[in-house]
Nanobody, 116 residues
Framework: QVQLVESGGGLAQPGGSLRLSCAAS????????MSWYRQGPGKERDLVARISTGGNTNYADSVKGRFTISRDNGKNTVYLQMNSLKPEDTAVYYC??????????WGQGTQVTVSS
């Protein structure tokens, strides 16, 4: 059974940083585009950042210049480096894998809270 396990969430002060990780198991990781989504209180789940199998990246306008997505195919892990955090970044962050034959998998989510 495919598993995506997020870690690295927690409490950060405004202007601070956090690094999220998503470790994948039981899938051919390098064949999957990986994304981070987030869902704030009372909001829909929105795309934050995506990295293709070839390493191309794209970001939501709200996080451009502050967040960086990266992947390590040797470790089956995707990362989200979050800098200059703002209170509006508070959300549950989810990892998503999109692969061949429209296979899609989600992680269970990790809470990020930005507050002083």
């Amino acid at each position: 059974q495919v598993q995506l396990v997020e870690s690295g969430g927690g409490l950060a002060q405004p202007g601070g940083s956090l690094r999220l990780s998503c470790a994948a198991s039981r899938l051919f990781f390098s064949n999957y585009a990986m994304s981070w989504y987030r869902q704030g209180p009372g909001k829909e789940r929105d795309l934050v950042a995506r990295i293709s199998t070839g390493g191309n990246t794209n970001y939501a306008d709200s996080v451009k210049g502050r967040f960086t997505i990266s992947r390590d195919n040797g470790k089956n892990t995707v990362y989200l480096q979050m800098n200059s955090l703002k209170p509006e970044d508070t959300a549950v962050y989810y990892c998503k894998a999109d692969g061949p034959f429209q296979r899609t998998y989600w992680g269970q989510g990790t809470q990020v809270t930005v507050s002083s």
